[in-house]
């Protein structure tokens, strides 16, 4: 029996697919021209052909397709590459409290796969793209102090129906007019963290067809720092069924 189990492991180890050329050159890239104070991504070497054993690597055992990448809390710095174009197996993507820079890369919109973004605590700007509407497995979005962002349009959220947690604290709604029909709709979302998105500056938060709208799957709801007043309660209180 020992000596059966010893030989389906090797057998299983022999059949345990290392990275692909192709995705760790996309990782690579993604790391040449970032700055690293920790050595963080010390064992992103190209001479270390088995991309899946780098820090904050995960692949598929199987496949041997990247499937997440989780790099958050490191000091690193610099643009997200393009490069992402070539890891399109991802599930997990998590760069939170780094010091990333540049405009959240329209690239991300092929990473169709992903059920868990997390791009908090940047340095980025711009507008946030509705390519990420495309990202339809999205179970979590975490965009709270990505930097100087803004939401203009909402309407890419709801494609997001597999959505249960959204918080983009600190990023502007301002121009983000019906916002709160488009998020009430969203069948599945249970936390949302709104806070310090200047919510009272925007001019149509909803729909006159929203009056009519009566539940929400939301939990908890986080609407700090956003000057609201009295007379703002009324769009609230879909959000407060359960």
């Known amino acids: 029996l020992v000596t059966a189990t010893a030989s389906q492991l090797g057998g299983d180890e022999r059949n345990k697919k290392t990275c692909l050329d192709n995705e760790r050159l996309a990782l690579l890239l993604f790391k040449a021209p970032l700055h690293d104070p920790n050595d963080?991504?010390?064992?992103?070497?190209?001479?270390?052909?088995?991309?899946?054993?780098?820090?904050?690597?995960?692949?598929?055992?199987?496949?041997?397709?990247?499937?997440?990448?989780?790099?958050?809390?490191?000091?690193l710095g610099g643009e997200i590459s393009h490069s992402f174009l070539n890891l399109t197996y991802w599930?997990?993507?998590?760069?939170?409290?780094?010091s990333f820079?540049?405009?959240?890369a329209t690239v991300i919109r092929s990473l169709s796969q992903l059920t868990y973004l997390d791009l908090s605590e940047n340095s980025l700007y711009g507008t946030i793209p509705p390519e990420l509407g495309?990202?339809?497995?999205?179970?979590?979005?975490?965009?709270?102090?990505?930097?100087?962002?803004?939401?203009?349009?909402?309407?890419?959220?709801?494609?997001l129906s597999q959505l249960e947690v959204l918080v983009i604290d600190g990023v502007s709604l301002s121009k983000a007019n019906h916002w709160v029909d488009v998020i009430s709709n969203l069948p599945k979302l249970s936390w949302l963290s709104l806070q310090g998105c200047e919510l009272s500056q925007v001019m149509y938060p909803y729909s006159s067809s929203f009056l009519n709208y009566s539940s929400s799957s939301i939990v908890k709801l986080y609407l700090n720092d956003n000057n609201l007043t009295s007379s703002m309660y009324r769009w609230l209180l879909p959000f407060t069924s359960n």
Do not use: M, P, Y
């Open 40 to 75: 963080t991504l010390s064992t992103w070497r190209a001479d270390q052909h088995d991309c899946c054993k780098w820090n904050g690597v995960t692949c598929n055992t199987q496949t041997g397709h990247v499937t997440e990448l989780d790099i958050r809390n490191h000091d």
């Open 91 to 98: 599930n997990t993507l998590a760069l939170s409290f780094n």
């Open 101 to 104: 820079n540049g405009t959240i």
């Open 134 to 159: 495309n990202l339809t497995n999205l179970q979590e979005l975490h965009l709270d102090s990505i930097g100087r962002c803004r939401v203009e349009k909402v309407e890419w959220l709801s494609h």
